[in-house]
């Protein structure tokens, strides 16, 4: 009866989400600093070598806050979007 209301609590994979949100947290930071020096979004993803598909959807939420960016609100209009992709 004490561990009824026990959740089993997966470390690796919580490390592995940690580690992703935090690798799209700084791709995000730097979209956002070449917004800022208007580069357009194909320049964008060539000069980080990323997939345009990739690319577009962060620079379109990116592109809806401007000037105020902030890369913590784009992660997390990101993160449902990714959630669903995966489990598709």
């Known amino acids: 009866m004490m561990f009824d209301s026990f959740e089993a609590y997966d470390v690796q994979e919580n490390r592995r989400v940690s580690r992703e949100e935090g690798e799209q947290l700084y791709l995000i930071k730097q979209i956002i600093k070449k917004i800022i020096k208007n580069i357009s979004v194909s ?12 690319i577009q959807p962060i620079y379109d939420l990116a592109i809806k806050q401007a000037p105020d960016f ?8 990101l993160i449902p979007k990714t959630t669903e992709s995966l489990s598709k």
């Open 43 to 54: 320049q964008i993803a060539t000069d980080l070598m990323e997939p345009l598909d990739t």
């Open 70 to 77: 902030d890369a913590e609100k784009i992660l997390a209009q």
